[in-house]
């Protein structure tokens, strides 16, 4: 549908929101939301708006990145336009932005020609025009902002004002409360400056998926990754201090393998005696496996009287956006092995997977 919201009469009875998400997952992005009431209005590839007759906060969801309260948008090849729009916009709001965060919708799948989400040049100049225009109330019109810089790591309880780059001349704006870690985060995109060069991607999906879980992981913790090969998951686990285990067939990068606080399993976990784990409190599985697979190796590892879990990060892969379907029934078998919490997302970093957060019974 091609409606947009923000052309209707808003009321206080009514809600508006908007949404990102994996280029790709819009779609059940859509279904969710209309099963809860919300009518679809203007929408692209990563980017999804709609209204509500009733008063609502923003949807959450497994594929949901970031959800915010619509406050209008603006199409225009002049930025000091787009910004008067913006101040337009916001004129109605009463309290001060802590914080502005302003991103691109992903402009493609993640990974196809090499494309990571996140903050690029154009948003960056963008956020610094807007930044510019409403910091310190220095706006004509408008509340203002607080920050001292755009597109920095909120804190709990701040009030976010979101710009959306749908495209380079098409802005969305809203504003969303900081209340979970990605919610903090510009773009739902974990900021991280790695201090060396990451062996793989896998480093950025490790280091958002323990920072996402909450799991209270301690350098000297004992930590398993199966399908760790090339080791880019492993280097952020040793980067925090952990002792790592790997299980891969496939070989270790040299930089990983020759790591004193490193021991590599070339072999696949199902083979592998229990006996090896014990001790370890944490286990991280991307294997290049169907779900079902995955999860009845995590199982058996789980229900072995040699190991002793407190945390699992499983990726399950997807391959298409339909075997979305199986989730719950997924979700359900991870229940029979008595966990205390499951949550499952699909990350920034994740393609077309998701991940699921799992605490064990200490």
């Not at 399908?227 to 790592?244: D, F, I, N």
């Not at 072999?267 to 944490?282: C, E, Q, T, Y």
């Amino acid at each position: 549908m091609t409606d947009d919201p923000n052309s209707q009469s808003r009321n206080e009875q009514s809600s508006f929101a908007m949404m990102c998400c994996a280029h790709g997952a819009e779609t059940l992005v859509k279904e969710q939301i209309a099963n809860e009431g919300w009518r679809l209005a203007f929408s692209r590839p990563g980017f999804v708006t709609a209204k509500h007759d009733q008063p609502k906060r923003p949807p959450t969801g497994v594929f949901i990145r970031t959800a915010a309260r619509s406050l209008g948008s603006a199409k225009n090849d002049h930025s000091s336009v787009m910004i008067q729009k913006l101040q337009q916009a916001i004129a109605a709001e009463t309290v001060p932005f802590d914080q502005l965060h302003v991103w691109p919708r992903d402009r493609t799948a993640i990974g196809r020609f090499d494309f990571e989400p996140g903050i690029d040049e154009v948003s960056a100049a963008v956020a610094d025009e807007i930044w510019s225009a409403l910091h310190d109330g220095s706006a004509s019109n408008g509340p203002g902002l607080t920050c001292a810089r755009p597109n920095q790591i909120a804190e709990n309880g701040q009030r976010i004002l979101d710009v959306v780059l749908v495209d380079p001349s098409q802005w969305f704006f809203g504003t969303h409360e900081a209340t979970t870690l990605p919610t903090r985060w510009p773009g739902g995109v974990q900021p991280i400056e790695p201090a060396y060069e990451p062996i793989s991607r896998a480093y950025f999906k490790a280091a958002e998926s323990v920072a996402w879980s909450g799991f209270d992981m301690r350098p000297g913790d004992l930590a398993v990754e199966v399908g760790s090969a090339p080791g880019g998951a492993c280097g952020r686990l040793l980067e925090l201090g952990m002792q790592v285990i790997g299980v891969d067939p496939a070989d270790m990068d040299p930089r990983i393998a020759d790591h004193p606080r490193f021991i590599h399993y070339p072999a696949r976990a199902g083979d592998l005696p229990r006996r090896v784990f014990r001790g370890a409190k944490w286990l991280l599985v991307d294997s290049t496996v169907k779900p079902d697979a995955t999860l009845s190796t995590v199982r058996n590892m789980v229900d072995s009287r040699e190991t002793s879990f407190r945390g699992l990060l499983i990726t399950m892969k997807l391959g298409e956006y339909e075997n979305a379907a199986h989730l719950e029934r997924w979700c359900n078998f991870i229940r029979t092995w008595g966990v205390e919490r499951l949550e499952v997302r699909q990350l920034a970093r994740n393609r077309c997977e998701v991940c699921a957060a799992v605490t064990l019974p200490a």
